[in-house]
């Protein structure tokens, strides 16, 4: 850290004098009693009588104006003295979690911010999903939380008496949620999309923009990324199932209605899909629908357009659902924003991705970064860099919004339904079988968010559980349970609500 250069003052500028400093200091240590004794006061049973207060007693007036003091917040010394209060035997509680992990898994536990325990948190690991929650980080911090993807229609001229001359364009903007009215509640998911985006809207926006006839073809053009469909490193069985194909313009996850499979072209898909709306409107489509983009030469002309949710919104998607697509979409788009007018491409969105972490401090050693979704078998992430970045957000935040909630939503919506913790931890899951389950790499099971404190607060916690057959819920349920439990003893003592002003 650099240290700050000291400034003379003249005596006219002189800050508040020692007598002053020595009775801040002074009055710390007596709100630290004050509020302990308020919450053991407060704990007195209801047949102990409070003896009435003296009736010469008068309340001094209220201030004018809330009290700011750069020194002292009021509002926060609830939270600081119940972390005091109650950490020292959470640490000690952690300390007994940590050794229940084998020497392929790591985990790391603070309290609002402060290290409380650990186990092989250095150690490079695979973590599944939970990569989701670095490139939402990365995402938010470079595009902004209220960034937008535009999927535009366009047409080489203008059309005349509402015919199109030659061919119409759907220009993928990487918006991922781009949806027809019917996927969202299709089933062909596990979990249906969530903050999508309409293509019908769109289809609709062309109608009321006059066009009745298409003379040429309707071209779906993904040139705002490179053409890299999948991401390398994934293991059998992952390509086309649990990702992929994905480009800048991709609808319903590369599907069309009435087709049985995802199609092999993204780009392709989209046309027809959007096609077959266009026709659904009494639009006249003269030709089949591919994959192509108009010439470069010349300016084109816009018919419409629609944006998508805020990224807030795009990144609840990715967390609560853990959408795949998703995450790799947000990588390629990291790059475009990096290098505007290059290819978005997955290599250069990763260096972006690798480039903040490194921004912010984050201990780079042994970590590689593959893909965005976690899929990949060659990602190694280290518990202690996942917790620093959880730490730079928090419940309230959008990541810690749009993580799953234990027994309530997403990915958690079926687990600790009958815990203590049930409705209120949050968790970015992570899952890789890798089979065969005898050999490596290992499998892998993980979780990771925050647990709330009642009054102000909350628990980071990171777990990535890498073996054999650790997948498997005999073996990860109990170390999973283990933690929540442990993590459900804090705090002990006073929560920062017992802590509050008595009302």
């Known amino acids: 850290m650099e240290r700050l250069a000291e400034q003379r003052r003249s005596p006219s500028s002189r800050g508040p004098g020692p007598f002053i400093v020595l009775g801040i200091f002074a009055l710390v240590p007596a709100l630290v009693l004050y509020a302990i004794f308020a919450w053991a006061d407060r704990r007195v049973g209801d047949s102990v009588a409070a003896p009435p207060p003296p009736s010469t007693i008068v309340d001094p007036p209220l201030p004018d104006e809330p009290l700011r003091n750069a020194v002292l917040s009021f509002r926060r010394l609830p939270a600081v003295v119940s972390r005091d209060v ?26 609002d911010g402060n290290d409380v325990g650990e186990r092989n948190k250095d150690l490079p690991v695979i973590p599944a999903s939970t990569q989701k929650i670095v490139v939402a980080a990365v995402a938010l911090d470079v595009l902004g939380e209220d960034h937008r ?51 019908d809207a769109l289809a609709d926006s062309v109608q009321a923009a006059g066009v009745s006839v298409v003379g040429g073809s309707v071209l779906g053009d993904g040139s705002r990324y490179d053409d890299e469909f999948f991401a390398p490193g994934w293991g059998n069985g992952v390509a086309g199932l649990e990702a992929g194909p994905y480009d800048a313009l991709m609808v319903n996850d590369a599907r069309v209605l009435g087709e049985d499979r995802r199609a092999d072209d993204p ?52 967390l609560t659902n853990s959408d795949n697509n998703t995450a790799e979409l ?6 475009v924003a990096a290098t505007p007018g290059a290819e978005g491409s997955r290599v250069a969105g990763l260096d972006v991705v690798a480039a903040s972490l490194d921004g912010w401090g984050v201990g780079m050693t042994g970590i590689v970064l593959s893909d965005g979704s976690g899929l990949s078998l060659e990602n190694r992430l280290t518990c202690s860099a996942l917790l620093e970045v959880l730490q730079r957000s928090g419940p309230g935040d959008p990541i810690g919004a749009a993580l799953p909630v234990a027994g309530k939503s997403g990915t958690l919506v079926d687990v600790f ?35 709330p404190v009642e009054g102000g607060g909350a628990v980071e916690y990171v777990l990535i559980l890498n073996g054999p057959t650790i997948s498997d819920q005999s073996e990860y349920r109990p170390i999973w349970n283990n933690l929540v439990d442990s993590l459900d003893m804090y705090p002990s003592g006073p929560t920062p609500a017992e802590l509050g002003p008595i009302r």
């Open 149 to 199: 993807f535009t999927t535009e229609v366009v047409v080489s001229e203008e059309p005349v008496d509402g015919v199109v001359a030659g061919d119409l364009v759907l220009v993928g903007g990487g918006d991922p949620l781009l949806s027809s009215d019917w996927y969202p509640m299709s089933n062909l998911e596990r979990r249906p999309v969530l903050n999508p985006t309409s293509l």
């Open 86 to 111: 109650n950490v020292d035997g959470f640490v000690s509680v952690v300390a007994a979690f940590g050794p229940t992990l084998n020497d392929r898994s790591c985990t790391a536990i603070s309290v």
């Open 417 to 451: 339904t009958q815990h203590p913790v049930a409705g209120r931890l949050l968790g970015k899951t992570g899952t890789l079988n890798n089979p065969p389950f005898n050999a490596d790499p290992p499998a892998v099971k993980a979780l990771a968010g925050y647990l």
């Open 267 to 318: 780009n392709s898909a989209a046309a027809r899909e959007f096609t077959r709306l266009l026709r659904d409107r009494g639009i006249v489509v003269a030709g089949e629908a591919t994959a192509g983009s108009l010439p470069t030469a010349g300016d084109s002309v816009k018919v419409a357009s629609i944006e998508s949710a805020p990224l807030t919104a795009v990144v609840e998607e990715m």
């Open 330 to 335: 947000l990588v390629k788009e990291l790059a």
